[in-house]
């Protein structure tokens, strides 16, 4: 290769370039990178910071997330809670509604039954005094005379028995 036959020419054009180089890299290392090495070394510390900062509020998102599914089943444990009580209440109020009704209905029942009662005691009496002055008259008529007080109350309590016991018999 005839380039390198002229060793002579390169050797002084190497040893320039050599120097040249060392005094380039000497003049960059004391010049120029040290403000692109703490440039890099800004910029490094910024992105951790930012890869840290992002973590951190990774983290505090999934905490907040947890605090609000804690406080989302909380609220849905006290809605069911209100809504149980609500439903315990209307059961409530609806037994006692219905325990007013019945007892409403039960002394109707026994109030009806008082004045049954009532008004048969007085039908009762009502036919005894028809029935003791039909008899009496029934019976002077018979016996064409009129009747002493004792033999008058004697027949008269017979007479109504026997008519009681027959509308005992028939109701």
């Not at 026994?110 to 004045?115: G, N, V």
């Given at each position: 290769?005839?380039?390198?036959?002229?060793?002579?020419?390169?050797s002084s054009l190497?040893?320039?370039?050599?120097?040249?180089?060392?005094?380039?890299?000497?003049?960059?290392?004391?010049?120029?990178?040290?403000?692109?090495?703490?440039?890099?070394?800004?910029?490094?510390?910024?992105i951790r910071d930012?890869?840290?900062?992002?973590?951190?509020?990774?983290?505090?998102?999934?905490k907040l997330k947890?605090?609000?599914?804690?406080?989302?089943?909380?609220?849905?444990?006290?809605?069911?809670?209100?809504?149980?009580?609500?439903?315990?209440?209307?059961?409530?109020?609806?037994?006692?509604?219905?325990?007013?009704?019945?007892?409403?209905?039960?002394?109707?029942?026994?109030?009806?039954?008082?004045?049954?009662?009532?008004?048969?005691?007085?039908?009762?009496?009502?036919?005894?005094?028809?029935?003791?002055?039909?008899?009496?008259?029934?019976?002077?008529?018979?016996?064409?005379?009129?009747?002493?007080?004792?033999?008058?109350?004697?027949?008269?309590?017979?007479?109504?028995?026997?008519?009681?016991?027959?509308?005992?018999?028939?109701?």
């Amino acid at each position: 290769m005839p380039q390198f036959e002229q060793v002579s020419v390169f050797s002084s054009l190497i040893f320039w370039s050599v120097i040249s180089f060392v005094a380039l890299l000497f003049l960059l290392k004391k010049f120029a990178f040290p403000p692109i090495l703490e440039i890099l070394e800004v910029r490094e510390k910024k992105i951790r910071d930012d890869i840290e900062g992002a973590a951190n509020i990774k983290q505090e998102a999934e905490k907040l997330k947890v605090e609000f599914d804690l406080q989302l089943k909380t609220a849905h444990e006290k809605a069911n809670d209100i809504v149980q009580l609500a439903h315990d209440a209307s059961k409530k109020e609806t037994e006692k509604a219905l325990q007013d009704t019945q007892g409403k209905v039960r002394q109707m029942i026994k109030e009806a039954e008082h004045e049954i009662q009532v008004s048969r005691n007085k039908l009762l009496s009502e036919i005894r005094g028809y029935t003791a002055a039909l008899t009496i008259a029934s019976t002077e008529r018979i016996l064409k005379k009129t009747l002493d007080e004792k033999e008058h109350t004697r027949i008269v309590d017979e007479t109504i028995e026997e008519v009681i016991r027959e509308l005992e018999k028939k109701a």
